[in-house]
C-alpha cells in the first residue's frame, strides 16, 4: 500500500509542475500570484478539513496513516506562530519557483529545483557534525548534483542563439538566453534547502518534558495555514491590478494546487509510516515532470541538455537512497 502511495505522491508533485507551467503564461507578470493563490486556495481547504476531522479523531494511531495525514491535526493557534518562520522560507522558496516558469523549460528548472534536498542534507551534515556525509553514495551524489547543475549553466549560457531557435521551433515556447532564467530555480534550491535546515533545527527542540514543541500534523497545518494566508494576499493584489477574471478562468493553475495538496498529503502518509524506500520514490519525481515536459509541452532540450539533467536526476536518486535508507 505504502508503495501505491508514493507512487501517488510522485504522480501528484509532477502533475503540480506540469499543470503550474502550463497556467503560467510567458508575458503575464502576475501569472506567479496567481498559482500563489490557486495552491494556497486549495491548501486552505485541505486545512480546514484536518481542522474538522481533528475535532472528531482524538488518536491519529488509532485510523490508518493516509486517512490521518488526510483528515487529522492537533494544530493550535500557538503552532502557528513556532512554525511561521520555517513556512515563510519554504512558501518564499516557492514563489520564486513560480516565477521561474516564465522564463527557462520545465526540463530544465525542475530538476534544478528538486535538488534543494541534496544541498539541505550537506548543509545538516555540516551543521550538525553527527550526519555528516559518510556514505560513498551519499558523496557521490552531492557530487553529481554539483556537476549536474553547473554544466546546465554552462551548457545554456553557451548555447548558440540560432541553435536554442531551431530546437525550440516546435515548442509551445521560445525561450532566449537570461541570467535570471538559471538564477530563479537555484534561489529556489538554496532557500527551500535553507527551509529544511530551519525544520530540522525547529524539530530538535524539546520541552522540558522531552517533547517536541510541534508535531508533523501541526507543522503541516501551519504551513497550510500560511499558504492560504499568502493566498488571500496574491487575491488582493489581483483584484488591485483587476486581474481576477483571468484568475478564474485558469484551470491549469488550480489543478497544480490540487495536485500540490494532495502530493503532500500522501507524501505524510508515506512519512509517518516511515516507509524509506517511498521517500527514495518520491525524490525522483522530476524525472516524470521532464517527461511531461517533453510530451505535453513539446520542450526539446539538446543532448548536452539532457546529459547534464540526467547527471542532476543521478545525484538526487543517490541522495534519495542515503536518506531514505
Request: proline share 2%; glycine share 8%; with cysteine.
Given at each position: 500500500?505504502?508503495?501505491?502511495?508514493?507512487?501517488?505522491?510522485?504522480l501528484c508533485w509532477s502533475g503540480s509542475?506540469?499543470?503550474?507551467?502550463?497556467?503560467?503564461?510567458?508575458?503575464?507578470?502576475?501569472?506567479?500570484?496567481?498559482?500563489?493563490?490557486?495552491?494556497?486556495?486549495?491548501?486552505?481547504?485541505?486545512?480546514?478539513?484536518?481542522?474538522?476531522?481533528?475535532?472528531?479523531?482524538?488518536?491519529?494511531?488509532?485510523?490508518?496513516?493516509?486517512?490521518?495525514?488526510?483528515?487529522?491535526?492537533?494544530?493550535?493557534?500557538?503552532?502557528?506562530?513556532?512554525?511561521?518562520?520555517?513556512?515563510?522560507?519554504?512558501?518564499?522558496?516557492?514563489?520564486?519557483?513560480?516565477?521561474?516558469?516564465?522564463?527557462?523549460?520545465?526540463?530544465?528548472?525542475?530538476?534544478?529545483?528538486?535538488?534543494?534536498?541534496?544541498?539541505?542534507?550537506?548543509?545538516?551534515?555540516?551543521?550538525?557534525?553527527?550526519?555528516?556525509?559518510k556514505n560513498p553514495l551519499a558523496i557521490?551524489?552531492?557530487?553529481?548534483?554539483?556537476?549536474?547543475?553547473?554544466?546546465?549553466?554552462?551548457?545554456?549560457?553557451?548555447?548558440?542563439?540560432?541553435?536554442?531557435?531551431?530546437?525550440?521551433?516546435?515548442?509551445?515556447?521560445?525561450?532566449?538566453?537570461?541570467?535570471?532564467?538559471?538564477?530563479?530555480?537555484?534561489?529556489?534550491?538554496?532557500?527551500?534547502?535553507?527551509?529544511?535546515?530551519?525544520?530540522?533545527?525547529?524539530?530538535?527542540?524539546?520541552?522540558?518534558?522531552?517533547?517536541?514543541?510541534?508535531?508533523?500534523?501541526?507543522?503541516?497545518?501551519?504551513?497550510?495555514?500560511?499558504?492560504?494566508?499568502?493566498?488571500?494576499?496574491?487575491?488582493?493584489?489581483?483584484?488591485?491590478?483587476?486581474?481576477?477574471?483571468?484568475?478564474?478562468?485558469?484551470?491549469?493553475?488550480?489543478?497544480?494546487?490540487?495536485?500540490?495538496?494532495?502530493?503532500?498529503?500522501?507524501?505524510?502518509?508515506?512519512?509517518?509510516?516511515?516507509?524509506?524506500?517511498?521517500?527514495?520514490?518520491?525524490?525522483?519525481?522530476?524525472?516524470?515532470?521532464?517527461?511531461?515536459?517533453?510530451?505535453?509541452?513539446?520542450?526539446?532540450?539538446?543532448?548536452?541538455?539532457?546529459?547534464?539533467?540526467?547527471?542532476?536526476?543521478?545525484?538526487?536518486?543517490?541522495?534519495?537512497?542515503?536518506?531514505?535508507?
Amino acid at each position: 500500500m505504502w508503495f501505491i502511495f508514493s507512487v501517488i505522491a510522485l504522480l501528484c508533485w509532477s502533475g503540480s509542475d506540469l499543470f503550474s507551467k502550463v497556467g503560467t503564461a510567458q508575458k503575464d507578470k502576475n501569472s506567479h500570484w496567481k498559482v500563489v493563490f490557486a495552491v494556497g486556495f486549495v491548501m486552505g481547504i485541505h486545512f480546514l478539513i484536518t481542522l474538522i476531522g481533528g475535532a472528531f479523531i482524538e488518536d491519529p494511531e488509532s485510523v490508518p496513516k493516509f486517512v490521518a495525514s488526510l483528515f487529522y491535526t492537533d494544530f493550535t493557534i500557538r503552532d502557528f506562530f513556532v512554525y511561521l518562520p520555517v513556512a515563510a522560507i519554504y512558501i518564499a522558496a516557492m514563489v520564486f519557483g513560480y516565477i521561474g516558469l516564465r522564463y527557462i523549460e520545465l526540463s530544465i528548472s525542475s530538476p534544478i529545483c528538486n535538488c534543494s534536498g541534496s544541498l539541505a542534507f550537506l548543509l545538516c551534515s555540516l551543521i550538525w557534525p553527527d550526519e555528516a556525509i559518510k556514505n560513498p553514495l551519499a558523496i557521490i551524489g552531492v557530487v553529481a548534483v554539483s556537476l549536474g547543475i553547473i554544466s546546465l549553466g554552462f551548457v545554456e549560457s553557451h548555447e548558440d542563439d540560432e541553435l536554442r531557435a531551431l530546437r525550440q521551433e516546435k515548442s509551445n515556447r521560445k525561450y532566449s538566453k537570461s541570467v535570471l532564467a538559471l538564477l530563479l530555480p537555484v534561489i529556489y534550491l538554496v532557500v527551500d534547502a535553507l527551509g529544511t535546515v530551519a525544520d530540522e533545527y525547529l524539530f530538535s527542540i524539546e520541552d522540558e518534558f522531552g517533547n517536541g514543541i510541534i508535531t508533523d500534523y501541526a507543522s503541516n497545518s501551519a504551513f497550510e495555514l500560511t499558504f492560504f494566508l499568502l493566498a488571500v494576499v496574491a487575491f488582493i493584489v489581483l483584484a488591485v491590478k483587476k486581474d481576477l477574471p483571468s484568475l478564474f478562468k485558469n484551470r491549469a493553475i488550480f489543478a497544480g494546487g490540487a495536485c500540490e495538496t494532495v502530493g503532500q498529503i500522501f507524501y505524510m502518509a508515506v512519512m509517518f509510516a516511515d516507509y524509506t524506500i517511498g521517500m527514495v520514490i518520491i525524490s525522483a519525481y522530476c524525472v516524470l515532470s521532464v517527461l511531461w515536459s517533453a510530451i505535453f509541452l513539446r520542450e526539446r532540450l539538446s543532448a548536452k541538455h539532457y546529459l547534464s539533467v540526467g547527471i542532476t536526476i543521478l545525484g538526487i536518486i543517490l541522495i534519495g537512497i542515503v536518506t531514505g535508507g
